[in-house]
């Protein structure tokens, strides 16, 4: 019975990175209408990523003889008014995929379920190297003007550096 709980959990969490990798997809087709060429790849390298964190759990799951349910109303908020704006949405996300993963390692610990527990490592690890990515262009983006030329110079001279 714990261990259905946890499962449940992580197969939302697979939902979480399907919903991510359109949602990094949206982010992409947004930079490449405003020619963000160095943005663009990013977030398509990320939409790429979220699809490889997905079918992790999915293989996960079917190896301990789980049946993965893939949720397919998934309905993103596609309102981006700033290349600020998409960075900040993309590190929300994934911020809450943090919280996530945390929860269901509390949960696969408290109930002894060493198997998931040690399954989530490889995500523990990575959430910090995500979220510290996202900030670093943040903090960075923050000193550039929202005009178009200012967003160019960051897209080609900045943005370079993590594609
Ligand atoms: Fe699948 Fe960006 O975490």
Request: charged fraction near 20%; proline fraction near 1%; glycine fraction near 0%.
């Amino acid at each position: 019975m714990f261990e259905n709980k946890i499962i449940k959990n992580l197969n939302n969490q697979l939902n979480l990175e399907y919903f991510t990798s359109k949602l990094y997809l949206e982010m992409s087709f947004w930079c490449d209408i405003k020619n963000l060429k160095n943005a663009n790849i990013f977030f398509q390298n990320s939409s790429n990523d979220e699809l490889k964190h997905m079918n992790k759990i999915f293989k996960f799951l079917c190896d301990i003889n789980v049946l993965p349910i893939i949720n397919s109303n998934i309905s993103l908020n596609i309102n981006f008014n700033s290349l600020l704006n998409v960075f900040k949405k993309a590190y929300i996300n994934e911020k809450k995929i943090t919280r996530n993963i945390n929860y269901i390692s509390n949960i696969s610990l408290k109930y002894k379920n060493y198997k998931i527990f040690h399954f989530l490592k490889w995500y523990i690890l990575k959430q910090i190297k995500e979220e510290k990515i996202l900030k670093t262009i943040i903090d960075n983006l923050i000193f550039f003007n929202n005009n178009q030329k200012d967003i160019l110079i960051f897209d080609n001279l900045f943005l370079s550096k993590y594609i």
